[in-house]
């Protein structure tokens, strides 16, 4: 049962920003936005062909600036939201947009995949996520499993929560929420809940982690020093809805149970630098895979919190005869919470790390060099979770 | 006769030897008695011319002294012999003059006494025979009397039968007087020499009615008998006596035992009460009183009057706090002495006397033992509870000499009760209070040591509190702030040493007194620490793990709990007082711990019959704890400088920057403080071994900045051709040096602790200017700051490479964030910085 081996892909630029093609079901789909200050930045779109373990990148135009934050739309796979500096007049200005790929990339690409990085096509704007009041946007979020047509915006101390409308080539406000306290406050980061309807979004500013209500735009909860310094990521469990992981400069990884605030459920100190991102898988919640810039990915199996505490439950009659004892011996073994691996493919920091939308079994992670790396959950785990 | 005046004179006259023999010979004969009779007489025989000697031969004796003397010695002789002659002459006519008249009278006497014994025998017959005219009379006389006499001896025994019936009839009226002057020892003794005799006449009306007199009366004199002997002023003498005289009275045993016990039990009850009072008031002490009184009320339904008179004493004294030796021994003084006193009269009236009586044969002394044994086992029992109550209000450990002298004490009484009841469960339950009370006690110990740990503590965080030697004095000038920093750092925290030493002393100290108060209860003079408890399980379980190794356990983990509770915001503990603990740590780990147990293990003696924790276990967690707690301060004091350059990129316009002159504060500031946390840390930890430095380590700096491949990335960074370029530098470089874990940990030397403090904070620094866009003089700003950096932190580190190769990220990631780099001339980079 050897683990295949992980794949490699290098950008010419510096890269922070990744998201799965969350729209795409059928095939992994990766997307990478670059960070160059010089040239024209580019949005990478990664096929992986998991049969034959090949990666096939389209590339993209952006020229607007260096993209900080990616997001694709759930609803339409051609839709996307960067966040982005811009440059001018030596004065640096941070925008969100959403933008459409062009229709035919894929079939351009298939003609002639030579040409791709030398002539490759650009987005199309669709719309600003700026108005005059808010700029400075750290991070766009789509609804969850929602239509496309909303998205989240966390600008400075504003969150503000927009309609999209004729097919997304307008914007507007529809409500927002503004943090308020002494000082200069900044969401660092954001998640949309996938729960309760999707009506509810946590947000990290500093050391706090702060849960909203978006039908009254108010403050719900806040766990005050969730972590010892900055907080740089969250991410909800899909399968459990109060439960969230959150990861910062302690070099930690907190898990929380929002309903008591006081104390996390379960606190992870494998890193040995900030963590930057940490990610839920989607299916299987008790797949955690957080990325650091000590350079390291590590994957961490939280069984004891998940919603799958005692293992997969399978009924007795889909058992064959023949897998009964095999099952047997699997039950026996206790299922703890661990560290499943760690990858070191990475020489500098890891800024993202993401899931894929197709496969549930794999991932990617990108460190700043540009590095892209495509691996799976190795098969002894997946065949125990799934058996 | 002549002759022997002659001689007589010569032996007077002679000299020499001779004469001493003599004179000798004399003294013997004069002595003779004492002499053998040889020795006395030859002298004499052998000598013919001695004038007094019996073998004196005159003829020897002239001779002689015709031989031997001169005439005029002669001539003397001569006259004194004539007058001595004439002397004896003189008296011998006296003496035979004198005698001769005796003779005379003499004579005349006996002719007279034979004329008198004539008569005599005359008189003589007379006598006889009126002697037999008397025996004549005197034989008719009693023949006349005879049958008198035997009236006589006849009446005499009506007389005594008259006397004893007489007792009788006056039975009752005596027994009644001896009511009247409570003599009723008198009274039952009258009455059991008449009982019998009653008895066996009581057929006859007159017995009849005197014995239902005595009945009467010996049920009122029961009646007054068990009267006192409820009577709870009687003493204890009285009350046997009472006993002594209802048994033979006939009075139920079983009825005596339980009165004689109930009654002991108002008494002790009363002494218990007592004790109580003595005892602060407790929680649930009412309701202890409540039941009490239901007991109380519940003997005295029985018929007890006296039952009210430990009322009294439940008011809660205002002594209430009387010292636990001053408790005991007034338990011992007077519930265990009464209650010995009541075991050793009980047994003495119902035990001891019934097996000698008609009593034995009911089975008494089996029941009456029952009865006792239950009776001491109920008392005890309340006892004990009340003991227990007082030593858990022992909770001040000042003094345990104290309360080992109350439980020697205690324990000491209550053998006594031992001997007494030799199957009485009573002792052991002591013997169990004062185990209880040890560990109790171990336990406290245990607790005031940890509170005394972290008072030091406190104590230690005050000290460290003190207002330490600001650094913004010592940083006038770049160089001097470098230059001053150490000697002006070591004014302040040069304490670090001397509170580690004192905090380690002290701590040791105070377990060496614990041990010592501890050992109290093994003394050799001490009854109960003979018993196998205190000789094996208190010394290895008690002692040795519940106390020293739990102490050290705690301290471990006290210690590790600053790691934890602190980590987050790191502030709420100060640095310096990680540094200090995790040196503490160390310590313990190198020396200490084996030196406390191997003191234990001596003190006590322990034979460990039971598995104990080896002394490497509790070395490898405090080993481990001075592992967590260096690296956690490793960590916070990293992370203070982090925030400081954090702040500082996070806070700047690096894009419309000014050129740069200076070195910017901040990294002033960082330098500084890296100087004084390596002072800090070098005061409690050893250097510890760096990769050698090249001979001139601060040239080489600036040789790595200056060089071409520097440049080479600069230039590349903006050459459209290759974007690639920038990357595969930096890449290479990876691929060849080791990967650099940030937060890991650190090992117990001055260097490493230091790197780690380097790393955290320069990482940081790397990460902050990744999110920064720069303008072409912030980078060149960033450029002199991590030259400056360069300068002066290389030395702090294990392998000056990793500061190089950092910053060389630093500025690398810098460039290529800038929008118009144009990097800075080397030169004066270099001449910004020596300016400062």
Known sequence: MEDDAPVIYGLEFQARALTAQTAETDAIRFLVGTQSLKFDNQIHIIDFDDENNIINKNVLLHQAGEIWHIGASPADKAVLTTCYNKTSDSRVVSCAAVWRMPSDWETGSHESPDDSAHNPQTLELLCHLDDSAHSNAACVLWEPMGDGKRVISLADNHALLWDLQESSTQATVSSTATLEGKGQLKFTSGKWSPHHNCSQLATANDTAIRGWDLRTMSQIYCIENAHGQLVRDLDFNPNRQYYLASCGDDCKVKFWDVRNVQEPVKSLEEHSHWVWSVRYNHSHDQLVLTASSDSRLILSNMVSISSEPFGHLVDDEELSEGEDNHQEDKSKEPLKDSVVSTYEEHEDSVYAAEWSSADPWLFASLSYDGRLVINRVPRALKYRILL | MDGEAVGSEAVSEDSGPGRRHRVHGMLKLYYGLNEEGKAEEQPESLDPCDINGPHFDPELFLNKLRRECSLAELMDQETCMVKQIRSLDSDMQTLVYENYNKFISATDTIRKMKNDFKKMEDEMDCLSANMAAITEFSARISGTLQDQHAQI??????HTLLRKLQFLFELPARLNKCLELQAYAQAVRSHRRARCVLQQYSHLPSFKGIQDDCHAIMDKLAQELRQKFRDGGSSAKDLSECVELLLQLDEPAEELCDKFLSHAQSRLESDLQGLEAEIRPYPSASAMKDASGHRLSSTAAAGSPTYNSPKTSTIPSPTSNTDILEFIDRGCNEFVSSLCLVITSYQELFINHAQKGELASKNIPQMANGKLNAFVDDLAARYFSLVERRIQEEKGVADNSLLVRALDRFHRRLQAVTKLLPGSAVPNQGTEIVIRAATERVKQYLSALQSFYMDSLTDVRQALATPRLSVASASVAGGGAHLGGPASGRDAPNSLPELLSSLS?????QIKSVLASVHLFT????????????????????VRESLVVSFIKFVCQSSRQFCESAGDKG??????LLLLLSRLCLDY???????????????????????????????????????????????????????????????RDWVNTIEPRNVRAVMKRVVEDTTSIDVQVGLLYEEGVRKAHSSDSSKRTFS?????????????????????????????????SERIDIFSSVEFNKVSVMTGIIKISLKTFLECVRLRTFGRYGLQQIQVDCHYLQMYLWRFVSDENLVHFMLDEIVGSSAHRCLDPAPMEQSVIEVICERG
């Open chain 2, 153 to 158: 001896t006849k009446l005499s025994g009506v």
């Open chain 2, 589 to 651: 780990e190198t020396s200490t711990i084996s030196y406390i147990l191997t003191l234990t293990d001596e003190q006590f003696l322990v034979q460990h019959h039971s598995p104990v924790t080896p002394v490497t276990t509790l070395c490898a967690e405090a080993r481990e704890a001075a592992q967590k707690l260096l690296n956690h301060y490793v960590k916070v004091q990293g992370l203070i400088i982090s925030q400081m350059l954090r702040k500082s990129v996070e806070t």
């Open chain 2, 523 to 542: 003394a050799k003079d001490i009854t109960f620490s003979n018993k196998p408890y205190f000789k094996g399980e208190f010394c290895s379980q008690g």
């Open chain 2, 704 to 736: 790595v900045y200056s060089s071409s491949r520097q440049q080479a990335r600069y230039a590349a960074s903006y050459t459209p051709s290759a974007p690639m370029d920038t990357n595969l530098l930096s890449n290479i470089h990876k691929l060849f």
């Open chain 2, 505 to 509: 002393a002290s701590i040791l100290n």
């Open chain 2, 571 to 576: 502030g709420s503990t100060p640095p310096a």
